[in-house]
């Protein structure tokens, strides 16, 4: 009977082929209602359990807040769903499942930098697996419908394509980040629901209405910013900029090391990527203070704090800021990393 088993699943195959494909061209017919995306994503996990491979580990970690969202729900598993899939192709050993939800807010200043977003507060989903990752080529293309690394019969390259047609109906935003040999991060977020009638929600304090205390404040201070994702490089000067300080950036960290290794007027505060090719950036910083003892760090990465620190990359304790971040996000995290003791 192994023809009907195989027509089976051809039938399967072509039956969520119809519905991705109805979705993606969003023919299919939304129901919107309030949800809570904690609910949604635990409910996910048994039916993950039960389809991904045994060898994948799944953890959650969930917001404590609200997570209200409008949504569809069965959109938004289709989303899990699509993302996990990935996830476990591209874990082609066993390999770890990490699915998070958590607040997020977006300021001004960020939706003024990225286009279609409109600011406020939004839950963040991440999806995140330790897998082969992708080269910057693929992840230029990856959300182009048909677009597959996947050998014919494999993938049709509408997995992500599909997750992308979702997010955008539910008014929200998709990231990722990704190494090669480095496993992968997808982050979407949602507007959150506000609860009750009041629809002013309080906005989190920005810069201007919260200065660091003045003994840490000296707009002298050279920062350097090290990140060897020129676009980032970039915006993290000019919003280090932006709030007041000189910035020195370097593309990699044996530039960092021998310009330091070259000065007496040292920076004051590192800001580094933690995941580099040649260099982690907790080498970097072990390093750097060897001649300058009393440099601050901050440490940045998309993937995610419990995924960095799953991999050991970092200790627990280190002021951390995820990708993508706003100015309020890095102004605070500054002012954090500068408040530390010297360890
Ligand atoms: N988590 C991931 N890790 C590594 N590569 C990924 C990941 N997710 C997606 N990709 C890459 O993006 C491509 C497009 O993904 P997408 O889900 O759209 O299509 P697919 O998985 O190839 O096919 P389909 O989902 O239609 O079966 C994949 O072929 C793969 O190269
Ligand atoms: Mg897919």
Same mark, same amino acid.
């Given at each position: 009977?192994? =023809?009907? $088993?195989?027509?089976?699943?051809?039938?399967?195959?072509?039956?969520?082929?119809?519905?991705?494909?109805?979705?993606?061209? #969003?023919?299919?017919?939304?129901?919107?209602?309030? @949800? %809570?995306?904690?609910?949604?994503?635990?409910?996910?996990?048994? @039916?993950?359990?039960?389809?991904?491979?045994? /060898?994948?580990?799944?953890?959650?970690?969930?917001?404590?807040?609200?997570?209200?969202?409008?949504?569809?729900?069965?959109?938004? %598993?289709? @989303?899990?769903?699509?993302?996990?899939?990935?996830?476990? /192709?591209?874990?082609?050993?066993?390999?770890?499942?990490?699915?998070?939800?958590?607040?997020?807010?977006?300021? %001004?200043?960020?939706? #003024?930098?990225?286009?279609? @977003?409109?600011?406020?507060?939004?839950?963040?989903?991440?999806?995140?697996?330790?897998?082969?990752?992708?080269?910057?080529?693929?992840?230029?293309?990856?959300?182009?419908?048909?677009?597959?690394?996947?050998? !014919?019969?494999?993938?049709?390259?509408?997995?992500?394509?599909?997750?992308?047609?979702?997010? !955008?109906?539910?008014?929200? =935003?998709? =990231?990722?980040?990704?190494?090669?040999?480095?496993?992968?991060?997808?982050?979407?977020?949602?507007?959150?629901?506000?609860?009750?009638?009041?629809?002013?929600?309080?906005?989190?304090?920005?810069?201007?209405?919260?200065?660091?205390?003045?003994?840490?404040?000296?707009?002298?201070?050279?920062?350097?910013?090290?990140?060897? %994702?020129?676009?980032?490089?970039?915006?993290?000067?000019?919003?280090?900029?932006?709030?007041?300080?000189?910035?020195?950036?370097?593309?990699?960290?044996?530039?960092?090391?021998?310009?330091?290794?070259?000065?007496?007027? $040292?920076?004051?505060?590192?800001?580094?990527?933690?995941?580099?090719?040649?260099?982690?950036? $907790?080498?970097?910083? $072990?390093?750097?203070?060897?001649?300058?003892?009393?440099?601050?760090?901050?440490?940045?990465?998309?993937?995610?704090?419990?995924?960095?620190?799953?991999?050991?990359?970092?200790?627990?304790?280190?002021?951390?800021?995820?990708?993508?971040?706003?100015?309020?996000?890095?102004?605070?995290?500054?002012?954090?990393? =500068?408040?530390?003791?010297?360890?």
């Amino acid at each position: 009977m192994e =023809w009907l $088993r195989q027509a089976h699943r051809a039938a399967d195959r072509a039956k969520s082929l119809v519905s991705q494909l109805l979705s993606f061209s #969003r023919k299919q017919l939304m129901e919107m209602c309030s @949800i %809570e995306l904690n609910e949604v994503v635990q409910g996910m996990e048994k @039916i993950l359990r039960d389809t991904l491979r045994e /060898d994948i580990e799944i953890r959650l970690y969930l917001a404590e807040g609200a997570t209200s969202i409008k949504a569809d729900p069965a959109q938004v %598993e289709q @989303i899990i769903m699509n993302l996990a899939v990935n996830s476990q /192709d591209a874990m082609v050993k066993p390999g770890c499942l990490t699915l998070e939800t958590k607040e997020a807010y977006l300021d %001004e200043e960020y939706a #003024r930098t990225h286009v279609g @977003i409109v600011p406020g507060p939004y839950v963040l989903l991440s999806v995140s697996d330790t897998g082969i990752g992708m080269n910057k080529t693929v992840q230029s293309r990856i959300f182009e419908p048909f677009f597959t690394t996947k050998e !014919k019969g494999k993938g049709t390259g509408l997995g992500l394509a599909t997750v992308y047609g979702i997010v !955008k109906q539910h008014k929200g =935003w998709i =990231w990722v980040y990704s190494e090669p040999g480095q496993g992968t991060t997808f982050k979407i977020y949602f507007p959150l629901e506000e609860s009750g009638g009041d629809r002013s929600v309080p906005r989190p304090p920005t810069v201007m209405e919260k200065p660091p205390p003045p003994d840490l404040l000296n707009l002298d201070s050279l920062i350097a910013v090290v990140e060897d %994702e020129e676009s980032v490089r970039e915006l993290a000067s000019t919003l280090i900029q932006q709030l007041g300080y000189k910035t020195l950036s370097f593309s990699t960290p044996r530039e960092c090391l021998e310009y330091f290794n070259g000065q007496t007027e $040292r920076p004051k505060m590192l800001l580094t990527d933690v995941v580099m090719p040649e260099m982690d950036g $907790r080498e970097l910083y $072990r390093r750097l203070k060897e001649g300058t003892p009393n440099l601050k760090v901050l440490f940045m990465s998309g993937y995610t704090e419990n995924v960095i620190a799953h991999h050991g990359v970092l200790e627990h304790g280190v002021t951390f800021l995820p990708k993508p971040f706003t100015l309020t996000q890095l102004a605070e995290k500054m002012q954090e990393a =500068w408040g530390k003791r010297d360890t």
